[in-house]
């Protein structure tokens, strides 16, 4: 008797079975709507600080290497030169950890985010001026290629990421575009070997960045108060 | 002058030390930034070292600004991290920020800029030691480890994930040189298997961030480990042991069957025996005592039953060599008794079945060493039986040289051959055995090379009857000197009965024999009867009277018996010679046959050692004609 009844109430509600199932809309680029398999919360941070780590270490291999082979030894040291500062964001990024502490987890969130997707198009252009060197190394460029489609994943995962955790559904992935080249300068040449060294350290302090904000957001996640102790 | 000159030149050089020494304090030199270290990534230290100080007390002063303000900041803390040193605190620490740092050297007479260092505090971190190592030894099923475990330094903030901090250890016995390190990631355990025992270990535990330096290695942790055998090699200790216990009992129960493995692995290779018969002796050259052993005394059988003999018919040999060292064989040596199988048609005896039956090698020692026959069982029932039946006998006769022993030869020998010219009556050279003695033949009839001088207990003796069966027995005896030695060959009763000449002499009383000439020491055989079954019994004569049935050779002086011939089945005909008239009956006999006699040519003497297979046919000899002799060589029986 009660069998029949969860089967008949089974029957009839099977929709919203099928819905409660999906919680999350994945939408693709096209905007339509397509289900996805839902993942929990903290694995899918675990994923993207998983992303995040390895990015960094790949920049930071790029970026040696491309010290090594190109960068006269004077200059090296991760020195900035004057005029190939790092290019400054939109909003402040906190600089100390008690700084960081301050910020709440959308912030922290959207922090990342926004480093994301500066790098996006920079990464894109690097991979093209590191073409034209004639003797780059082939695994500078895999690297490099590489950093590029990961840091596309983990714009993904980032967004994802919000939504879930911040029930923030405003925020849309963005577009690659095959942008214009900002400068259009000789490659090998001092100075542009100067610029594409220069982009390499920001991108890998960056990476650093987007890195620490997730394990701080994860330990946050875990254990509030312990967090803050320190 | 030159006053003024000394005065000038000592004020000068009393004023130009002070002057100099004036001159030496400089403006300092010039600093340089040795070092910046952030031990948690929230602080940092940066160190110089100081120039020349250019004679003059001199200041040092940090100056630095951040990557994009042109504000300049004075150090806050000197004192905090020690002399030369900078440290920043927590308020003052940006990261991600390149800090823009020159170190001014200041003293009196001037000051003196170090060149300006970059430093991002993230990129120049660098942790403290692991604290708390711990290193435990734990036991497991392979024996013991090691278990290390460690605490990140205490000002790392890991556990917010401000940082990420990566541990390596390194592990040596004591007195090893060189280290084993191993990465740990950021686990704070660690296990090390595959210990020394008894050894004792060294651990050392150090860190890094993903981004920063190595921390230093931590103070050394020692540990024992305790002894124990490894597994594998217990295992092996246990089966080495293990085989060692199989090997020693089987080594101790082949030592308590050493015999009898010996034998299994090594079988005695059967030599040659007879019974009686001493090698050592023989080595020594004195055949006589040799083959006096084996003579048996009781032989022929003397029992007065003539009735078990079945003697078919004889074969006789001739030594004509001396042989006085028989070749320690059996057969040949020995005489050569054998009796043969009902499936047996080669005599096998060697030079005893030759043809000539002039056999040198015929061995007069009979021996009743089962060995030399063929089948020894029947013999030595037959011998025993002769020994018997001749025991009983009393008119057995006895062989001077041989003491008692077997009889190996039939008194009758007579040669078969051929020294003597056609027209000579070949007697047969039955000479015998006197001269040698007993050592190689025993003869019944020592002397007396008579048929009937031998008397066969012609008993049949039903112990070898019945073992034979359809038996032939035939006897070869060689004398040293050219001995002819008669066979009695028993052959199949069947046969003997036609064949059997000798039986002739039953009738008579004279049984013929060979006469011998009695210079030589010749047996007359007498044969005294044949008995029903064809036996011929025989008895010597020498020894004798006159038995029941004496044949006599005739006149005395006469040794030789003459031989009508040999019959088909091998049997001598012997003739009598004086008695015509049985010859006649021998010729009957013969005629009964179908046979014809003939004479053989006499063989040679040397071929009297020929062996094969003797000419199977006997031809019977003319019945009378001659009062010579047949040649037996040809006439010997095969078989």
Same mark, same amino acid.
């Not at chain 1, 100067?194 to 650093?208: E, G």
């Not at chain 2, 009902?342 to 090698?361: A, I």
């Not at chain 2, 025991?391 to 040669?415: N, Y």
């Not at chain 2, 009277?545 to 018996?561: E, H, L, M, W």
């Given at each position: ?23 999350? +809309? ?34 930071? @291999? ?19 030169? =004057? ?44 991979? %093209? ?10 695994? &500078?460029?895999?690297? %490099? ?9 983990? !714009? ?41 060294? %220069? ?32 | ?20 020494? /004036? ?18 990534? !929230? ?6 070292? $100081? ?18 303000? !042109? ?33 001014? $050297? ?44 460690? +605490? ?12 990420? &901090? ?7 016995? @004591? *007195? ?71 090997? &020693? ?59 078990? &003999?079945?003697? *078919? ?67 030595? /029932? ?90 032939? *027995? ?14 009695? *060959? ?66 005395? /002086? ?22 015509? =008239? ?8 013969? @005629?009964?046959?179908?046979? !014809? ?10 071929? %009297? ?31």
């Amino acid at each position: 008797m009660h069998i029949m009844q969860s089967v008949v109430w089974a029957v009839l509600l099977w929709p919203c079975l099928v819905s409660l199932g999906v919680p999350l +809309e994945c939408k693709d680029e096209q905007g339509s709507i397509i289900l996805c398999a839902s993942i929990s919360k903290e694995k899918l941070l675990d994923r993207v600080i998983q992303h995040a780590e390895l990015i960094y270490r790949v920049s930071e @291999e790029s970026c040696t290497l491309f010290e090594e082979m190109f960068v006269p030894f004077p200059m090296r040291s991760q020195r900035n030169q =004057a005029g190939y500062t790092c290019a400054t964001k939109a909003f402040p990024i906190p600089g100390s950890k008690s700084e960081i502490q301050q910020i709440s987890d959308k912030w922290l969130l959207h922090s990342v985010l926004i480093l994301v997707q500066s790098w996006i198009e920079p990464l894109v252009y690097l991979q %093209t001026t590191l073409d034209r060197y004639d003797d780059a190394p082939d695994t &500078l460029l895999k690297k %490099t290629k590489w950093v590029s489609e990961k840091l596309l994943s983990l !714009e993904q995962g980032v967004v994802v990421l919000i939504r879930k955790m911040l029930d923030d559904d405003m925020l849309t992935t963005s577009y690659y575009e095959q942008g214009v080249a900002p400068y259009a300068l000789q490659p090998e040449v001092l100075e542009s070997v100067l610029r594409d060294y %220069t982009l390499l350290s920001c991108f890998k302090k960056d990476a650093h960045k987007m890195e620490t904000f997730l394990k701080l957001l994860k330990c946050r996640q875990t254990d509030k108060y312990s967090c803050f102790l320190h | 002058m030159m006053w003024r000159d000394v005065g000038v030149t000592l004020i000068l050089s009393l004023i130009l030390p002070v002057v100099a020494q /004036g001159a030496r304090h400089t403006p300092p030199g010039k600093p340089k930034l040795t070092s910046c270290r952030s031990p948690d990534k !929230e602080t940092f230290t940066c160190w110089w070292e $100081a120039g020349s100080d250019g004679g003059r007390p001199t200041t040092y002063s940090l100056f630095y600004h951040k990557e994009n303000s !042109e504000t300049v900041y004075e150090c806050p803390d000197y004192h905090t991290a020690g002399a030369n040193s900078c440290f920043f605190s927590k308020n003052e620490t940006s990261i991600w920020v390149n800090y823009n740092i020159t170190v001014v $050297a200041t003293n009196a007479l001037g000051n003196n800029f170090s060149d300006p260092v970059d430093v991002d505090v993230v990129y120049i971190v660098q942790p403290h030691t692991p604290e708390n190592v711990t290193v435990g030894v734990l036991e497991d099923e392979d024996g013991p480890f090691l278990r290390v475990s460690w +605490e990140p330094p205490s000002k790392a903030d890991t556990r917010s994930g401000w940082i990420t &901090l990566i541990y390596e250890l390194r592990v040596k016995l @004591e *007195e090893a040189e060189e280290w084993e390190e191993h990465r740990a990631g950021q686990q704070k355990m660690f296990n090390i298997f595959s210990l020394h025992s008894g050894g004792v270990y060294m651990v050392q535990v150090r860190c890094k961030p993903d981004h920063g330096f190595w921390s230093e290695w931590s103070t050394a942790s020692y540990v024992i480990v305790p002894d124990y055998i490894p597994r594998e090699r217990s295992m092996w200790i246990l089966i080495a042991v293990f085989s060692a216990f199989i090997f &020693l009992i089987l080594t101790w129960i082949i030592t308590l069957n050493r015999s009898s493995v010996k034998h299994c692995l090594l079988p005695p290779v059967p030599g040659p025996k007879i019974k009686g018969f001493d090698q050592q002796l023989l080595k020594k050259g004195k055949p006589e005592e040799v083959f006096n052993s084996l003579v048996v005394q009781s032989f022929p059988p003397r029992s007065t039953d003539y009735e078990d &003999l079945l003697v *078919e018919y004889l074969e006789v040999y001739v030594n004509e060599k001396q042989e006085l060292m028989p070749e320690g064989k059996d057969l040949q040596d020995v005489g050569c008794l054998k009796s043969k199988s009902q499936s047996d048609n080669d005599s096998g005896r060697g030079s005893c079945d030759s043809h000539t039956l002039l056999m040198e090698k015929c061995g007069g020692v009979e021996s009743k060493d089962e060995s030399s026959y063929e089948e020894p069982e029947l013999l030595q /029932g037959q011998a025993g039986s002769w020994e018997r039946l001749e025991r009983g006998d009393s008119q057995v006769v006895d062989t001077p040289d041989s003491s008692d022993g077997r009889v190996k030869t039939w008194p009758l020998v007579f040669s078969p051959s051929i020294h003597g010219s056609s027209d000579n009556h070949h007697y047969g050279t039955l000479e015998m055995p006197k001269q040698h003695s007993t050592s190689e033949i025993t003869y019944s009839v020592p002397d007396h090379l008579f048929p009937t001088s031998t008397s066969f207990p012609h008993h049949h003796h039903p112990e070898y009857r019945d073992s034979l069966g359809e038996y032939s *027995e035939y006897r070869c005896s060689r004398s040293p000197s050219t001995g002819v030695a008669y066979h009695w *060959e028993a052959r199949h009763p069947t046969q003997a009965h036609s064949n059997f000449n000798i039986r002739n002499l039953e009738r008579q009383k004279e049984a013929t024999g060979l006469g011998l000439p009695p210079s030589r020491s010749m047996e007359y055989v007498e044969v005294q009867k044949v008995n029903q079954e064809n036996q011929l019994v025989l008895k010597p004569l020498s020894s004798h009277g006159r038995g029941p049935f004496q044949v006599q050779f005739g006149r005395a /002086g006469v040794d030789y018996s003459k031989v009508n011939g040999v019959n088909n089945d091998n049997v001598l005909l012997l003739q009598r010679q004086r008695e015509m =008239a049985e010859a006649g009956q021998y010729c009957n006999y013969r @005629e009964k046959e179908g046979a !014809e006699a003939e004479r053989y040519p006499t063989q040679q003497q040397g071929k %009297t050692t020929k062996d094969g297979p003797v000419a199977t046919q006997l031809q019977e000899s003319t019945c009378l004609t001659t009062s010579g002799y047949v040649d037996t060589a040809p006439t010997m029986p095969t078989f």
